[in-house]
């Protein structure tokens, strides 16, 4: 005996994403706005002369990649059930990727899901983290390993914003825009190349192509079931380093930027780059001082972490590898001991 519940329906999540001067928001509802204080501390005052609301509440969570947990998740939570927030509520994302992705899950599990607006303030958060619905926070295993996808209902880039952001978020920014160019775009890649990020009309024409490039993916792959994964480039390799580093040594984009020179290593191991375009990869990444070099201490270690990857199976890890640049392949046939040859490269005896 069977009972069919029928579910089948077409949900329009899509949104735009504004690359401008912030506009004028009006919310007929209760609000809050989730930040931390270094932030606050910049822009708050900002945002609130943009602002007009119901209820308008302030939610502050420490800042930092090691306050990407369980506990600050409870403190947003807390403070709407507090404030009596409903499900026509809504809550903006005021900070970098760490609040976006707090804010995003936070908002997905409340009442079983709120509206969230991302208002990114720094560059990686405005290139990558804010735009695709990704949302989720780090626990003892691993970066991301809980959380959701649960799509903004816009997201509004402010570059006015980043004219306080220090030269190493400027950085890890720049290794995700990098990062769009690699797997998708060479003629981006060339344009990076030669270009002055410094410069803010041409930062603007950067974020508005690595934006669009992410968009064109998301699109096409929301939940991450085979293109979208591309976006992960040296990721696998990044947050490994993360956890070995307890996310206190580099920011995140930092730790991918490492892990694309990785990535690359094993792109050459396995005849999908040439050596010529690893070194123009690991040159545009130290233009913006980026770190490009880590000492593996335990290589066995290493390469175990690697199946907490989301990516992974239990037998099989899945690489994302540059083909070139401007392609990018996904694959979880590398052999073991190819994998091994390439972080000997990077061990304490290397």
């Known amino acids: 005996m069977q009972v069919n519940i029928s579910l089948k329906k077409v949900v329009d999540d899509s949104y735009d994403i504004t690359i401008d001067t912030l506009p004028k928001l009006h919310f007929n509802t209760k609000v809050a706005i989730v930040t931390n204080p270094k932030v606050a501390g910049l822009h708050l005052g900002y945002l609130l002369s943009k602002i007009s609301a119901k209820e308008l509440y302030i939610i502050t969570v420490p800042d930092g990649e090691e306050y990407k947990n369980q506990q600050s998740i409870d403190t947003i939570l807390e403070s709407l059930f507090n404030h009596r927030f409903n499900r026509k509520s809504m809550i903006l994302a005021f900070g970098g990727g760490v609040i976006g992705d707090m804010c995003g899950y936070a908002a997905s599990i409340y009442q079983r899901g709120i509206d969230f607006i991302q208002i990114p303030t720094t560059l990686l958060s405005q290139v990558d983290a804010s735009v695709g619905g990704k949302t989720g ?8 390993l809980v959380g959701a996808f649960h799509q903004p209902k816009a997201v509004y880039i402010d570059p006015s914003f980043l004219t306080t952001l220090p030269s190493r978020e400027f950085g890890a920014g720049v290794a995700e825009i990098v990062k769009m160019a690699v797997t998708f775009n060479r ?53 490994v380093i993360e956890n070995e580093t307890a996310y206190k040594t580099y920011l995140h ?49 290493f390469y175990e972490t690697f199946f907490l990857d989301k990516k992974s199976s239990d037998s099989n890890i899945t690489f994302i590898l540059p083909k070139g640049i401007g392609a990018v392949v996904i694959t979880d046939t590398i052999d073991k001991e190819i994998v091994l040859s390439v972080l000997k490269q990077f061990g304490v005896s290397a």
């Open 253 to 301: 984009g930092e730790a991918v930027a490492i892990g694309m020179v990785m990535a690359n290593e094993l792109a050459v191991a396995t005849e999908r780059m040439s050596k010529d375009e690893a070194l123009r990869i690991q040159a545009l990444l130290q233009k913006y001082n980026l770190p490009t070099c880590y000492t593996i201490e335990n290589v066995a270690s």
């Open 137 to 144: 926070m780090n626990n003892s295993f691993g970066k991301n």
């Open 187 to 239: 003629d981006f890649f060339e344009y990076l190349e030669s270009a002055d990020l410094k410069n803010p009309l041409i930062l603007q024409e950067a974020i508005k192509q690595a934006v669009q490039t992410k968009a064109t993916v998301v699109a096409q792959d929301e939940k991450e079931h085979g293109l979208r994964a591309a976006l992960n480039y040296g990721h696998t390799f990044g947050h």
